[in-house]
């Protein structure tokens, strides 16, 4: 089903935490702590820390704990792959999977060499074994595609409709709802082809194609955009998406090196 394939939350996954015996602010400020941190550098970081600590004095940041059997999956995965990463970098990992968790349209940011297009393997190998699916990981850039290849078009001589690459890859997601589909959109955001997307990110999460043909957004489907800068990208947008900030640091020279 549907619904078996979305990946836990850290709260929720925590069987020990009893609602009737944590402080409703504590729980605020756990969630407040997790919508916000992945999307922040480190010294505006602190100040929201601080601003936390302003507004709830001596609250403990219950439901935001690290859950041992994510991170021992996530540190797993990164086995697997043979790879070098550091605590930052696990962190921000972390944080994608927390952020993929409740939403479905996720923007990881950050310049090259800082491991965007490894931190979407790990994760989706993350969710792959958290809720025992397969998982399929497409990438396409959207910027080197037009509109009519993306979404769909009109032959100009016979009418026929042909669907775009990624109509066709949410039409095998619908297909296959046993597996978990990862549709990786590498490049920048334009308002040109992605305005197209606000409604499929947004409560409504449909798709309505050129020829008027209204697609619903299944549940085992995730979208992942990875971009440099948010420069193009429209308000509308960004507001619909969940996002992870990578600073340089996470992964310094040194890792790269010893990899």
Known sequence: SISGLHPPSTLNSKSSISLDATSEKSLLVGELRKANLSKLNGADGLLFADLLNDIFPGSKTVGFSTDSSLEQCISQE??????????????????????????????????TTVGKSTIARVVANTMSTM??????????????????????????????WTDGIFTSLWRR???????????????????????SLNTVLDDTKLLTLPNNERLGLPGNLHLLFEVGSLQNASPSTVSRLG?????????KWTVLLES
Not at 81 to 90: D, K, N, Y
Not at 137 to 160: A, C, M, R
Not at 176 to 191: Q, S
């Open 243 to 251: 996002m992870v900030f990578i600073p340089q640091r996470c992964l």
């Open 78 to 111: 990164i086995k697997s792959l043979e790879l070098v990463s550091s605590p930052e970098w696990e962190n921000k990992v972390s944080q994608t999977y927390h952020q993929c968790a409740v939403r479905q349209g996720v923007c990881l940011m950050g310049d």
């Open 131 to 160: 809720c025992s699916a397969k998982v399929r990981f497409n990438k396409i850039n959207p910027k080197t595609l037009s509109v009519g290849e993306i979404y769909g078009k009109y032959d100009k001589f016979s009418g026929d």
């Open 173 to 195: 997601a619908v297909r296959r709802l046993d597996v978990l589909n990862w549709v990786v959109l590498d490049g920048p955001i334009d308002p040109h082809w992605a305005e």
